[in-house]
């Protein structure tokens, strides 16, 4: 009984060592997060910001594709910055005018594993290419953005950030 | 032996206190489902969707004016007691301020703005809305719409920022649904004299509908009041897509718009007119 407490207190001294090294890395994992978001922002090029979206993953033993619809609404240029830099798993980025499910979708453009440089879209560069490939549409008011997600290991979280923005006329 | 005993006693209590105070930030009420790494990853098809300023811009620039007394009255603030009430007006309390301000109406902005800051301290985002320099900020540019409109976007960021750095998205769901409905339904008036004005703003409008019912369909909660409201939404997006004219339309939105005519108009009007009075009638208690 006499080295009940002593041997109770080692045990919930070590749990209480791995769950506080879990939230660490959680609140690490976070503030790298804000951290890319926050370059994410710096590249936006004074655009009024519009929102963000971090889409979670877990690299797995096959490619996964994952997408973000975002929409171009109003007039003026909108700015989306997209970085993949807290992925290990080379990450290509395609952008499309419609969602997976629309047959004969457009491909406008795609981003080869793309690292840890933030890529920037303009939706007036976007538009130009958009009407050289589909005379007949005005301008891109819907954009779907796919992260093909290589294969990879560890099983961590890992994410893809996003940022828009807009100038408005 | 005694030392060391107590030594591990005050180094567990001074790692609990630290462990429990890591995440220090208000939690709203969530059911407790247990984590694991696969439920923390992003859907396959995610989504951004636009702030409520972007919303009102939208129809603004297609000509809608302001009509006064539209708007639901900031003096209802303290009629919400139940949570997902306070939430769904906060939504269209954030309508409703952009309404106003970007039609100059400041004085009652600046009430929406208060309404704002009652009801998002009362959800538990007080971080993000007890900041009194806002109103502070608020009062000195009443006078420069531009500023005023920075000022928007800014306190949008701002709780943008704060839902994600605190995994509270769900929230986002349910607000933003109030402010889509007071949205449309302040377009509702205007269009239903002048489809034709209106159509592609509406069209534009309802081109987020099936993500916001997709966002109300994630909320981890059996609440009636957002089962109702679901039902609701869905069945406006129901009539919608099967209105003729939507029918006709490609299924993608970035072809020609459906032109949405007289009948069409009212029959998304009736909806959106019961929608809205659900949403901005309190719960009883």
């Keep these: 009984m006499k080295k009940f407490l002593p041997n109770f207190l080692i045990g919930i001294f070590v749990l209480i060592l791995t769950s506080s090294s879990v939230l660490q890395d959680d609140n690490s994992f976070e503030a790298q997060i804000n951290a890319i978001k926050q370059d994410c922002k710096d590249k936006l090029d004074g655009a009024r910001y519009e929102g963000s979206k971090v889409t979670y993953f877990v690299p797995g033993t096959q490619k996964q594709t994952k997408t973000v619809e975002v929409f ?43 690292g840890d440089q933030v890529i920037l879209l303009k939706s007036e560069e976007l538009n130009e290419l958009y009407r050289s490939k589909v005379p007949e549409v005005e301008r891109l008011k819907n954009l779907f953005v796919d992260y093909q997600i290589a294969a990879g290991k560890p099983p961590v979280k890992e994410a893809v950030v996003m940022v828009m923005g807009r100038k408005p006329l | ?56 811009h939208l129809f603004k620039d297609a000509g809608l004016s302001f009509t006064p007394g539209l ?13 997902v009430d306070q939430l769904l007006n906060l939504g269209v309390y954030s309508t409703d301020l952009a309404y106003c301000a970007l ?42 719409l531009d500023k005023l409109e920075e000022l928007i976007y800014e306190l949008q960021e701002k709780y943008d920022s704060y839902l994600e750095g605190n995994d509270l998205q769900s929230l986002a769901a349910v607000e933003f649904a109030g402010a889509w409905v007071e949205c449309v339904y302040l377009g ?26 997709k966002g109300l369909e994630m909320q981890p909660t059996d609440d009636k009041r957002i089962v109702r409201i679901k039902a609701l939404m869905n069945d406006l997006l129901t009539t919608y897509d099967g209105l003729p004219s939507v029918k006709k339309a490609s299924d993608n939105s970035n072809f020609d718009a459906p032109v949405l005519t007289q009948d069409d108009m009212n029959q998304l009007s009736r909806r959106i007119l019961q929608l809205r009075k659900e949403i901005i009638t309190p719960t009883n208690k």
């Design chain 1, 72 to 114: 171009f609404l109003l007039r003026g240029e909108y700015y989306v910055a997209i970085s993949a830099k807290k992925a290990s798993v080379p990450v290509n980025i395609r952008l499309f005018d419609a969602a997976e499910d629309v047959p004969e979708r457009t491909l406008l453009k795609e981003y080869k594993n793309v």
């Design chain 2, 1 to 56: 032996m005694k030392q060391t005993t107590k030594l591990l006693l005050f180094a567990s209590i001074t790692l609990i206190f630290s462990a429990c105070g890591g995440k220090s930030q208000s939690k709203i009420e969530q059911p407790a489902v247990e984590e694991t790494l696969e439920d923390e990853v992003s859907l396959e098809e995610d989504y951004m969707l636009p702030q409520p300023i972007t919303l009102v």
């Design chain 2, 71 to 83: 708007t639901n009255p900031a003096s209802n603030k303290t009629r919400y007691v139940k949570k």
């Design chain 2, 103 to 144: 039609n100059g109406e400041t004085q009652s902005a600046r009430e929406y703005l208060t309404a704002l800051q009652l009801l998002g301290t009362k959800v538990g985002l007080e971080k993000v809305f007890s900041d009194k320099t806002i109103v502070d900020r608020f009062d000195k540019n009443l006078e420069d």
């Design chain 2, 188 to 213: 509702t008036t205007e269009a239903k004299k002048d489809p034709n004005k209106f159509s592609v703003a509406f069209v534009d409008q309802f081109s987020l509908l099936s993500n916001i019912v």
